[in-house]
């Protein structure tokens, strides 16, 4: 069974900093692209950014970049979503998921986490 477990999440104000995690279970992980997406109320599920399997390839959207760092410990399974510099913008419900492809698109992503909230005040 697979399971994608998020954690970190939280209340934080504009300007501070956040670390996501991501424990993995039940799948080959160190074969994975990793995703994190997030969706805030009203939207749609944004892509956030992703990172394969051996960390060469990492890719974020513009309004993050700068901000957001992805990284990944294979040996644990875990991959990490490190925020700086948040903004009332990045206050939504952010969740990790797994992919044999390389993709931004969420249809891509077979394996999902439950999601971790994070709220940033003005």
């Known amino acids: 069974q697979v399971q994608l477990v998020e954690s970190g999440g939280g209340l934080v104000q504009t300007g501070g900093s956040l670390r996501l995690s991501c424990a993995a279970s039940?799948?080959?992980?160190?074969?994975?692209?990793m995703g994190w997406f997030r969706q805030a109320p009203g939207k749609e599920r944004e892509f956030v950014g992703h990172?394969?399997?051996?960390?060469?390839?990492?890719r974020y959207i513009d309004s993050v970049k700068g901000r957001f760092t992805i990284s990944r410990d294979n040996a644990k399974k875990t991959v990490y979503l490190q925020m700086n510099n948040l903004k009332p913008e990045d206050t939504a419900v952010y969740y990790c998921?797994?992919?044999?492809?390389?993709?931004?698109?969420?249809?891509?992503?077979?394996?999902w986490g439950q999601g971790t909230q994070v709220t940033v005040s003005a």
């Open positions: 990172i394969n399997w051996n960390g060469i390839y990492i």
């Open positions: 998921a797994a992919s044999d492809q390389v993709t931004s698109s969420s249809n891509g992503y077979p394996y």
């Open positions: 039940g799948l080959s992980f160190s074969s994975k692209t």
